[in-house]
């Protein structure tokens, strides 16, 4: 038997979203601060910039596969596992990371207790992977963790054109199946615009999709139908997605940066 008290409460350390076994702690107050640093405290917290923790609740039945290095504290009778299912296991995840830039082994806990994760300033948004129609692919550095029922894959860009001219890589780490997972973004949910297509065409210019349906294609065409007409219009090149799916779309930060910008100010 084990009690956590003081982990989440309305004042200071506060439930933003709650999805399968996953609760998402904002830190709404930090009261540890020095002298030295109240003030700088005192705006970031203004400006929501907090410290977010995820919690997973494990009953058992549904484990739960984690980004190598992410685990803080466990209480409970969890063990950790590989999740390696033997040698040819091993090399196709070693291949999946170092196309994708994710880690090869994501440890995987099982049992009955309660996983935190690390501190970060980045935003936690929980997901079901089956409200994406054919997986839910994300660039990389975005996963942090999911349950153990969801599979990941690798996601290969439509076309070689589409990552050397779209400026994105050409490969993506793709979520498939049934559960929730914990993804890392660099914009809260309330800045994210979702793009719905039922059989139609979207154009983007520049890199601002984060998060988009495995069903859908992704090009990269001419803004205009002539080079001309390209030209002309000051757009040239467009990142296009077609098909029946979702996007996710964080306009004020390029995805490029959600692998460098880790808001690495160190947590306490």
Request: with cysteine; hydrophobic share 40%; glycine share 10%.
């Amino acid at each position: 038997m084990f009690k956590i008290n003081n982990l989440a409460n309305q004042t200071s350390h506060i439930v933003t979203e709650q999805k399968g076994i996953f609760s998402i702690v904002e830190h709404n107050v930090d009261f540890s601060v020095a002298p030295c640093n109240a003030m700088e405290e005192y705006y970031m917290s203004q400006m929501n910039v907090k410290r977010k923790q995820a919690i997973a609740n494990l009953n058992g039945k549904v484990g739960l596969v984690l980004q190598a290095g992410a685990m803080q504290y466990i209480v409970g009778n969890v063990q950790a596992t590989t999740g390696l299912k033997g040698v040819g296991d091993f090399l196709g995840k070693m291949v999946k990371s170092s196309v994708t830039k994710e880690s090869a082994i994501k440890p995987e806990y099982v049992g009955t207790g309660v996983l935190v994760t690390e501190p970060t300033y980045k935003y936690l948004l929980t997901e079901n992977v089956g409200d994406w129609t054919g997986g839910l692919v994300m660039e990389d550095g975005m996963f942090l963790a999911c349950e153990s029922t969801v599979k990941h894959e690798i996601q290969a860009r439509s076309s070689l054109s589409s990552a050397a001219l779209g400026n994105e890589g050409l490969f993506n780490l793709r979520l498939a199946g049934n559960g929730v997972c914990v993804l890392e973004s660099n914009v809260p949910r309330s800045e994210i615009v979702e793009i719905d297509l039922q059989d139609d065409v979207l154009k983007i210019d520049g890199s601002f999709a984060i998060c988009w349906s495995g069903s859908l294609s992704f090009t990269v065409e001419r803004s205009g139908k002539t080079l001309l007409g390209s030209a002309a219009s000051g757009e040239g090149l467009v990142n296009v997605y077609k098909g029946t799916g979702k996007v996710w779309l964080a306009p004020l930060t390029p995805s490029q940066s959600l692998v460098s910008a880790t808001h690495a100010k160190n947590a306490k």
